[in-house]
């Protein structure tokens, strides 16, 4: 009776572990799926954002082409269609950098630091010993600070960068597409100047060069020409079309 006892005992204590087991891992299960649930929506939404962002842009583009090709579709006569092609071309020179565009924007200037022992105090940065040199990475990023806040065109030393500019190293110089360039550097944004301004404030451009004992001079200008882009372009994919009866 002893020994019957102590086995039904046994076998209700496997049973309470399993069923405390069971209740452990249900407790579990029924709250972390809401933090990975909400987790997954929030992604979800900005997956579904981004999305929406470039389903839009698309439709503009569409847009875009469709009121073109309804202009060529509805001119009258071939020196209409000749002049919307005209129109279209000129827009496009301008947008890649073959023509040269003039309004508002900045001038930037980098120049080697000048430090005068009799005027420097405690409110002038002290000179930094074995600072580095300006490469081609430094420009890349000026470069890309301000076009991301809005400027059209943007020239180094008076030359013109386009969609596939090169800035690289090539030896101990700095070489833009085909052409090398020394210091000091010059570069000429079109733009909202007080936009440019304040981004070059916020990313700390003055501050980051001041590594190289270098100077950041930044003007603004009402009326600023940048140059068009002169590199000769290799044309790679573009054949002639032959008219009808040509060989």
């Known amino acids: ?7 039904i005992t046994f076998i209700l204590a496997i049973i309470s572990a399993i069923i405390g087991v069971m209740l452990t891992v249900q407790l579990r299960s029924s709250l972390d799926p809401v933090h990975k649930e909400s987790r997954s929506i929030a992604e979800l939404r900005a997956s579904l954002q981004k999305e929406l962002e470039k389903h839009k842009n698309l439709l503009a583009d569409i847009s875009k082409y469709n009121q073109l090709y309804y202009q060529y579709e509805t001119a009258l006569s071939e020196d209409e269609s000749l002049s ?17 565009v003039e309004g ?3 001038i930037l200037n980098i120049v080697d630091q000048v430090y005068d022992e009799h005027v420097m105090d ?21 470069v ?6 809005g400027a059209k065109a943007v020239s180094i030393n008076g030359h013109r960068l386009i969609a596939t500019t090169a800035i690289r190293n090539v ?12 210091p000091p550097y010059e570069m ?18 003055e501050e980051y060069f001041q590594l190289s004992n270098k100077h950041v001079i930044a003007e603004k200008q009402d009326n600023l020409m940048i140059p068009a882009n002169t590199e000769e372009r290799r044309i790679r994919f573009m054949k002639t079309v032959k008219e009808k009866g040509d060989s």
């Open 1 to 7: 009776m002893l020994q019957k006892s102590r086995k």
């Open 84 to 100: 919307v092609m005209k129109e279209e071309l000129a827009r496009n020179r301008k947008m890649g950098g073959m023509v040269a």
């Open 104 to 106: 508002p924007g900045i």
């Open 122 to 142: 405690e409110h002038v940065p002290a000179p930094v010993i074995g600072g580095y040199t300006i490469d081609d990475e430094d420009l890349r990023w000026l």
């Open 144 to 149: 890309n600070i301000l076009f991301a806040n």
């Open 171 to 182: 030896g101990d110089v700095i070489q833009i597409d085909t052409r090398t360039v020394q």
């Open 188 to 205: 000429k944004a079109l733009g909202e100047p007080e936009v440019l301004l304040s981004a070059l404030k916020l990313e700390g451009v």
